[in-house]
């Protein structure tokens, strides 16, 4: 049981919005940026939102990120079937001896 | 172009050992701090272990910390992960990943993995 939670499970029709959150503690996502990766089997996990808004090069600008407290969110506008997989968060954890935490994962469905 | 190439996954007995490695391009490994990060059957990411770019801090979660050494060498610009006393829950796909400067920096390019499948 990760000590950052996510739902198990999103979903939404293409152009909708959805919206993913990350929940955890005040050692955590309360004092570090949080950062946001997508997963499909058989590729490399891709960075999608990092420094918990920033998005990399070649992200496109529907993908938004925010934090607020010990929660944080990644939301995708105008989904497309495209987005669909795995989606991670993960933080920097100041009080624990391994310090690197992922949350549990998302997955996203486009329906 | 940042590559990032593991290779050393095989089936293997519990008890058993094993050594991953991960070959770096595009970038200068002892640059940046360098993560494994593991995904078992059906389960989400587990971070399991970091090395600063300057090797001077290593740091390891519980499930693995006494059983998992990660080392690197700059001139072969490769990162490594020695397995020891397998257990049947390291059974995973095992992804390098190259972190930020400091520690607690990014993880911003990962490899495709390699898988470990530990069973008798």
Known sequence: ?111 | EVLLVESGGVVIQPGGSLRLSCAASGFTLPDYSMHWVRQGPVKGLEWISLMSRDGDMIFYADSVRGRFTISRDNSKNSLYLQMNSLRVEDTALYYCAKGGEGVSGVIDRWGQGTLVTVSS
């Open chain 1, 1 to 111: 049981q990760s000590v950052v939670s996510q739902p198990p499970s999103a979903s939404g029709t293409p152009g909708q919005r959805v919206t993913i959150s990350c929940s955890g503690t005040s050692s955590n996502i309360g004092s570090n940026y949080v950062n946001w990766y997508k997963l499909l089997p058989g590729t490399a996990p891709k960075l999608v939102i990092h420094s918990d808004y920033q998005r990399p090069s070649g992200v496109p600008d529907r993908f938004s990120g925010s934090r607020s407290g010990t929660s944080a969110s990644l939301a995708i506008s105008g989904l497309q079937s495209e987005d669909e997989g795995d989606y991670y968060c993960a933080v920097w954890d100041d009080s624990l001896t391994g310090p690197w935490v992922f949350g549990g994962g998302t997955k996203l469905t486009v329906l």
